[in-house]
């Protein structure tokens, strides 16, 4: 069975301080997805990144960074500079990358992240 | 516009109504979905349409009756709920059953 965790349930911090949120998982599959979503307060969850499993370059898309690392079964992700409009829940998920496994994420509790200015 | 729309946005109902949830995506998708957003629990996968056929029903309760009458367009019916359904229902289409699922802002219901 697949599982992720998101320690972290809520972070408040700063306006341009840096936050990381921490994601570990767990799956029997060689292969699979990983995902970043965030849920602002209006509800709707909006995709930030997707990576594979065979993947483990990091990312870094302007503000924001991610952290995959294999042997931890973790991937984790960095806001730097943090401003008040990263306010949200983020949450991470696992799928997996074959076709006849259907398109099943596993989500992990999320994050609350808090930025005051 | 986003590309996947629910309405109702908030949703009061009792337990012994009948009402209907709405979800349509603008974004060409052939695979579609229901999920479960409560308070205590992580996001629960509901249901899973792929070309309007039903692939995946997470042993969901029979007053949740889910119905996906073209690619763009996902309904969930809901009927005898109990309070514990209160819940944020989401929706969410996909290019196809491997590809990044897109989310609308979902309905937020509160059954008394």
């Given amino acids: 069975a697949q599982k992720v965790t998101q320690a972290q349930t809520e972070i408040s911090v700063v306006e341009k301080e840096d936050v990381t949120l921490d994601c570990v998982y767990e799956t029997r599959d060689t292969t699979y997805y990983l995902f970043w979503y965030k849920q602002p307060p209006s509800g709707e ?4 990144i997707r990576r594979n499993s065979f993947d483990e370059q990091n990312e870094i898309s302007g503000r924001y960074s991610w952290n995959f690392q294999k042997s931890t079964s973790s991937f984790n992700f960095t806001i730097t500079a943090s401003q008040v409009v990263d306010s949200a829940v983020y949450f991470c998920a ?5 076709i006849a496994a259907g398109n099943k994420l596993t989500f992990g509790g999320g994050t609350r992240v808090l930025v005051k200015p | 516009e986003t590309g996947v729309t629910q309405t109702p946005r908030h949703l009061v109902m009792g337990m012994t109504n009948k009402k209907s949830l ?6 060409g998708h052939n695979a579609m979905y229901w999920y479960k957003q409560s308070a205590k629990k992580p996001l629960e996968l509901m249901f899973v349409y792929n070309f309007k056929e039903q692939t995946e029903n997470n042993s969901v309760p029979s007053r949740f009756s889910p119905e996906c009458p073209n690619s763009s367009h996902l ?38």
Avoid at chain 2, 22 to 27: D, R
Avoid at chain 2, 80 to 107: H, K, M
């Fill in chain 1, 45 to 48: 969850l909006v995709f930030l």
């Fill in chain 1, 94 to 98: 696992l799928s997996e990358a074959l």
């Fill in chain 2, 22 to 27: 709405k979800c349509e995506q603008h974004l």
């Fill in chain 2, 75 to 112: 309904f969930l019916h809901l009927h005898t709920l109990q309070p514990e359904d209160s819940a944020l229902y989401l929706c969410a289409s996909s290019q196809d059953r491997v590809n990044i699922q897109y989310f609308g802002a979902g309905t937020r219901l509160s059954v008394l």
